[in-house]
């Protein structure tokens, strides 16, 4: 059955836009309730102005760059590829933005909701969270599908991607130096120096950690699925221009129909007690692939007389169930490797961070291996197209994934706002369980980040391909040798800087809350209110400063080999750096997720409960976990996605005048 193309464009921009205008009705929805008491409503806006103030002055840092980029890339390309490069950072930013705007004001209401049932609270928090999920892909696909209805030019919209590419980059490792810089900072001195709880209104860092939070968890994974989405969709575009029309504007189409069944998805989240809390997230998900499948059966037989495509589509969907379930059972308190770590604990500290790590190291085998079965059928299915398609499939379901992400932090802070503000215990009752599944979703979103990631490089890497035309990397030529060896180096090197980042930050953080404890009198005994605001901006100064040099890295490593080594040193820079990102971002989220959850499974009640030497020790393996899975895991999966996307935009000019 032929469908029109211009049929297929008017979907792929209401798909779009259905997105974002059920973003917008869920905001109104979510600022409707309740903001608390005058007590909760203060050190909300306390979160708020520190997130915004960081989120400004990270933007402000990233648009200096992103202009003086924009400028050298239309003096060495052409202008449009700098109009959509700047379009892409423009887009990606106001993602995150909105994301985290809408959070800060949600985390209170959540806090509110939890003064009436867990149902309620959870509602509040979910809709916050899909806020973001929402206006992430409705941009994502609204840039995309504008861009390409303008110029006609898969190749024009490499700049786009390279700009979303850009800020995901900058916004993940200034995040998450920010958060976990504030959050080791709060934990060595408020829990294991001092012994107070966790979010106790005392810890000077307590502010700057929930700020931390928002700009980490929800605008950084915000920026960095906004890229996975949008690049993988341009890769799909630029693996089609020898296939066909229909083909070049599938992955558009497949972007809408996942928004559709998305929002149908969403629908079906609502828990009524902490036990179906996990089950209800699930089930969202769950249904919102069971729907895309569908619609992307109908599409296909719509647009092609055969169902290759459908295949390849059905196996993305499928990479994104297995992920989450691998990473559910590797990262959920009630599983048991989070037992098997918690119990470590008995016997100190170092064990417990030994077992943690090799479950993390453990969960990379059925990721990876579902990956390349994954990978191998697309490629039978549809070659590298069906590769790309597959990915597009995965990436399709981002919605209702960062829906389910961007509910954690919510939850996170809305647990401290009720312990800040001295709130009924009841209240914590509601939002512990709230925010332990929380820790779940996180980790569960970015294993799909990461496993996406891996495809996405992949699409992009086939698209490197035809634009350099180097088909075969020979193992004995050096200079392929050398790249790879160079790109599986990277993401060491990149992750050694962000972990050294986080240490600088929580050293400043540490000499801080102990500064205040010492100097402030009756500071301990509740008598006296702590300086937050000084907290915040020691965040903010390290954060901002630290995201510069791990930035060039990437930016600059993929085009120094290239224009010295050649076009086959970078395809083997490429190779290299997507193996191992893939899989040092698998075991580092894991292991991280793991840790903090045998805290929270020791906190419940078990093996001793809050104060004993298990909890201790597990405080210790949390907080070596947090640079683990939420700054460097992460930032891994932006990397790899930068180090292909500056290649493709580089090709051209390497294949003509790299020296060797």
Known sequence: MAVSILLLYVFSIVGSLIALFFSLFLTMNVLKQDAGNEAMRKIAAAIKEGAVAYLNRQYKTVAVITLILAVLIGVVFNYTLAITFVLGALFSAIAGYVGMMVSVQANVRTAQAATSSLKSAFSVAFKGGAVTGFAVAGLGLLGVSILYLIFGNPNILIGFGFGASLISLFARVGGGIYTKGADVGADLVGKIEKGIPEDDPRNPAVIADNVGDNVGDCAGMAADL??????TIIAGMLLALALGQSE?????VLGAVAIVASVIGSLFVRASSAAKIWS????????SATLSAIGFFIVNIMMFDHLRYFYASLIGLALTVIIGYVTEYYTSTDKKPVKQIADSSKTGPATLIIMGVAKGME??????????????????????????????????????IVSVDSYGPITDN????????????????????LDAVGNTTKAVTKGFAIGSAGLAALSLFAAYKDLTHVDILN????????????GGMLPFLFSSLTMNAVGRAAFLMVEEVRRQFKEIPGLMKGKAEPDYARCVDISTKAAIKELILPGLLAVLSPLAVGFILGPEALGGLLAGSIVTGLL???TMTTSGAAWDNAKKYIESGNLGGKGSDAHKAAVVGDTVGDPFKDTS????????KVLNTIALLAASLIVTYHLF
């Open 363 to 400: 969960s990379t085998l059925i990721p990876v291996l579902a990956i390349v079965v994954g990978a191998f059928l697309a490629y039978i299915f549809a070659g590298f197209f069906g590769v790309a398609i597959a990915a597009t499939a995965m990436l399709a379901m981002t919605a209702i």
């Open 414 to 433: 809305a647990g401290g706002i009720a312990e800040m503000s001295k709130m009924p215990k009841s209240v914590r009752e509601i939002t512990d369980p």
């Open 584 to 586: 040092l971002a698998i």
């Open 633 to 640: 895991g992460p930032a891994l999966n932006p990397l790899i």
């Open 226 to 231: 906004f890229e996975s989405y949008t690049v």
């Open 475 to 486: 193992l004995y030529n050096p200079a392929v040798v050398a790249g790879l060896f160079i």
């Open 280 to 287: 209800a997230l699930n089930r969202g998900i769950l249904v």
């Open 248 to 252: 070049l504007l599938l992955p558009l």
